[in-house]
């Protein structure tokens, strides 16, 4: 079974700063989620790669796959940031049956 | 587009009682998922679907079914609660062919007393 580690697991940072959270598994993998989840709500797909780097608006995500490493990094923070930022891996296919998930890392923008 | 829609969003039981989550997408998705997610672990899969009348069992299927008669529904059932299903229940769909990863749901949060 994979082990999904993500650091830091809680994060309060000021506005405007860049933000890195981080994700090591210890298995192999086909591809690599980021996930959004704000308070009471409902659950995000921001990123599925399997190599290299991905970039939506503020968000980018990288991969390393030698090193069995993942970043988030968030540029300019804003409160609305605020949530939990969830990695998973998936060890076949594009599907959600293989995933192993990460705990989460609670991140808080303070205005 | 609804996505992926779970019913109900809150839910109350006493011990020993019996319900049914309902899940539904309007994407067309071939595979189907009900997770449950509780303080400081992360999601467990519990059972899922790779098509129309077929279920598998995931990490924590006891005591839970499923059922997927219809492709955009995949049904959650409890057939007699208990306080440890206290959790909240997300659904996932996913089309592999198109590699776009999975959509959840907004989850159901249940209490078992």
């Known amino acids: 079974k994979n082990e999904v580690e993500q650091s830091p697991q809680n994060l309060t940072a000021q506005e405007g700063e860049f933000i890195t959270i981080n994700c090591s598994y210890s298995?192999?993998?086909?591809?690599l989620h980021w996930l959004q989840q704000h308070p009471g709500g409902g659950i995000v797909s921001l990123f599925m790669l399997s190599s290299g780097k991905k970039k939506h608006g503020r968000l980018i995500a990288t991969i390393n796959i030698q090193e069995k490493h993942s970043s988030l990094h968030i540029t300019a923070s804003h409160p609305r940031d605020s949530a939990v930022y969830i990695c998973?891996?998936?060890?076949?296919?594009?599907?959600?049956?293989?995933?192993?998930f990460g705990k989460g890392t609670h991140l808080i923008i303070q205005p | 587009n609804a996505g992926v829609t779970q019913t109900p969003k809150f839910r109350v039981l006493k011990t020993g009682q019996s319900m049914t989550l309902l899940c539904a997408q309007d994407m067309n998705h071939e595979y189907m998922y009900w997770y449950r997610q509780d303080p400081g672990m992360g999601l467990r899969l519990i059972h899922y679907s790779v098509g129309e009348g077929t279920t598998a069992k995931g990490e924590v299927p006891d005591g839970y079914n499923v059922s997927r008669l219809k492709k955009q529904n995949f049904l959650l059932g409890l057939e007699s609660a208990a306080p440890s299903q206290t959790s909240v229940y997300f659904c996932?769909?996913?089309?592999?062919?198109?590699?776009?990863?999975?959509?959840f749901g907004q989850g159901t949060r249940l209490t078992v007393v």
């Open positions: 998973a891996v998936g060890v076949r296919g594009g599907g959600a049956d293989g995933l192993t």
């Open positions: 298995v192999g993998i086909s591809a």
């Open positions: 996932a769909s996913s089309d592999t062919r198109t590699r776009r990863g999975a959509f």
